[in-house]
């Protein structure tokens, strides 16, 4: 601002209310987890800009501060058996409802979860999965449900309110002497929403592969990884 320094600061005071509830039941049809979620976060975000000019400071004003208020709730059902000693099914669901100020509707949904993991013998498993799911703000993270389905990781990087879809198969292998070797590919399809005023959201396609090498003898353990992901993104709006 005509050559004067100017420094912006944002503030943020979030509170954060979570209570869970859930259980887990073993019978002759196999393992159960069901549970269910509920949370609330607010926050007071403060905007403030700060200058060493006082006539400068005078004409900025006060600070000014808004509220962000992110209301989530779930329920999950997750069924694990086995139809034959060396194959283990899981068939899962999940309602989610996520109302957050940053978007103009709320966003909800029924997510389905399945998956597969064959053990070829003491020493090989092989494993494939289809999940959906909806991202849970980023300061409700912590959660009892299940993060993984079928040794795969339902809870990606990604902003809260994206809704995805995954298709995943593995192979992990115990070489023996400590050595582990292991490969992934998934394919994820996510719907971005934007922000408030906007009804269109954004698409992404995102492609993974990984290889992975570790080593363990205790105390001592190592361990690499190779990851290649590529991502392609639409705006239909």
């Keep these: 601002f005509f050559g004067i320094p100017l420094n912006s600061i944002i503030d943020t005071d979030p509170r954060t209310v979570n209570a869970e509830l859930q259980g887990l039941f ?11 979620d509920w949370a609330e976060s607010d926050a007071d975000i403060t905007l403030s800009n ?3 000019d006082p006539f ?25 058996l086995s139809p034959m000693e060396s194959l283990d099914l899981t068939v899962g669901v999940s309602y989610a409802e996520l109302k957050a100020d940053t978007y103009g509707q709320a966003i909800s949904g029924w997510y389905p979860k399945f998956a597969a993991v064959y053990h070829v013998n003491s020493d090989i498993e092989l494993h494939a999965a289809y ?22 990781n339902q809870l990606d990087d990604e902003a809260q ?8 198969v593995g192979i992990d292998i115990d070489a023996g002497n400590g050595h582990k070797i292991g ?40 361990a690499a990884k190779y990851q290649y992901e590529k991502s392609e993104f639409d705006n239909p709006g």
């Design 26 to 36: 073993s019978t002759a049809l196999g393992h159960f987890t069901i549970g269910a």
């Design 50 to 52: 700060e200058t060493d």
């Design 56 to 80: 400068l400071q005078m004409l900025l004003g006060p600070p000014t501060v808004t509220n962000e208020t992110d209301h989530y709730i779930s329920g999950y059902g997750y069924w694990t």
């Design 131 to 152: 999940f959906q799911t909806l991202k849970r703000p980023s300061s409700l993270e912590q959660t009892l449900e299940p993060t993984q389905v079928g040794g795969f």
């Design 161 to 168: 309110g994206v809704e995805s879809s995954q298709y995943s």
């Design 183 to 222: 490969a992934e590919a998934s394919q994820r399809e996510s719907d971005i929403p934007f922000a408030q005023q906007n009804q269109f959201s954004a698409e992404a396609d995102t492609t993974r592969a990984q290889v992975f090498w570790s080593w363990g003898n205790k105390p001592w353990s190592i």
